[in-house]
């Protein structure tokens, strides 16, 4: 057990950094294209016949179920096989879970078209990591929206899956990145997937409960190391964290808002039709490019806290329980 306490601690901080260096790797083969394949799959077969809950449900349990199993004992093979080989292949396997590089450098290219004074071209780059309309999006709504996709996947995209990797190593993250994928896919409430997707919505609220809310006082901590508004970000996250549909979805969101001092979310067009929306936070200065380097200082500030302290409490307990 030790052995594997500290193996595990390993190969999340080694995936961490090179995540940090090399980024999200795009190829076919990655895990979670191959999770969007099968859960297309599974879409395409089950979601129009009679039941559609419970066909859901099942979906989502045989997806989950696989990405845990199938890293599961790949890894105990490798393991077997020698030490080496099987971390390395876990190193691999947290790597991809990751989302951080990703996360930054797709912020960062919106933030550079800003910074040229290309509007269309940021229209552009911000349309592929939000979902709302952005055609006609003024240069505060950019920045706004780059802002709150980058606070709000701090949580679902790179502390969350740490946390479930020290819990479980790689099979976990994987299972966790599974509900994530899912949620993504066929979680929405419309009257496409309605039913289909709602058991795979309702786990990912329950399965981020805790995740969300670490994530925000890990972003809480990192606002008082870069020395940005804690006591602002501290009143904004008590007032606002609530401030959306999903009960997670605020959480790191009200810490930044508060930090920066932004207002962020609000009325959005998506498909034409304008969604109302609370508001996060309050509106101390127009929202610019340069939030959008500041909200990327916060989430990787409050990763390598989350990590630090990661490592620190799973090798501390497995010691204190081989000691008893």
């Avoid at 993504?184 to 981020?208: H, P, Q, T």
Wanted: aromatic share 12%; net charge positive; charged share 20%.
């Amino acid at each position: 057990m030790g052995t594997y306490t500290f193996v595990t601690a390993v190969a999340v901080f080694a995936g961490f950094i090179v995540d940090a260096i090399i980024g999200d790797p795009v190829y076919r083969l990655h895990p979670v294209r191959i999770m969007g394949f099968f859960i297309g799959v599974g879409d395409r077969l089950l979601r129009g016949n009679r039941f559609a809950f419970f066909w859901g449900m099942m979906l989502t349990f045989i997806i989950v179920g696989a990405s845990f199993t199938i890293p599961f004992f790949m890894l105990l093979a490798l393991y077997r096989v020698h030490f080496a080989l099987g971390l390395i292949v876990e190193i691999i396997f947290c790597y991809q879970i990751f989302a951080a590089k990703a996360l930054k450098h797709e912020s960062m290219r919106v933030y550079h078209q800003l910074e040229k004074g290309d509007i269309p071209k940021a229209r552009l780059y911000l349309s592929y990591i939000v979902g709302r309309d952005t055609q006609n999006l003024n240069e505060e709504e950019i920045a706004k929206a780059a802002v709150e996709t980058v606070a709000e996947n701090c949580s679902d995209g790179v502390i969350g899956p740490m946390f479930f990797l020290f819990i479980g190593g790689a099979p976990l993250g994987f299972a966790y990145k599974a509900v994530n994928t899912l949620d993504s896919m066929i979680g929405y409430n419309n009257e496409k997937y309605a039913w289909f997707g709602k058991f795979a919505a309702r786990l990912d609220d329950v399965v981020n409960l805790i995740p969300a809310r670490i994530s925000a006082l890990l972003m809480l901590a990192a606002a008082l190391l870069c020395k940005l508004n804690f006591k602002q970000a501290w009143k904004i996250y008590l007032r606002d964290r609530y401030n959306h549909k999903s009960p997670n979805a605020a959480q790191t969101e009200a810490v930044c808002a508060g930090a920066i001092g932004v207002q962020l979310s609000g009325d959005n067009m998506y498909g034409g039709v304008v969604v109302k929306k609370p508001t996060i936070g309050d509106p101390l200065r127009p929202a610019n490019k340069d939030d959008i380097r500041l909200v990327n200082k916060l989430m990787y500030t409050a990763s390598w806290v989350g990590l630090i302290l990661g490592i620190l409490l799973r090798v501390g307990y497995f010691t204190l329980i081989n000691i008893r």
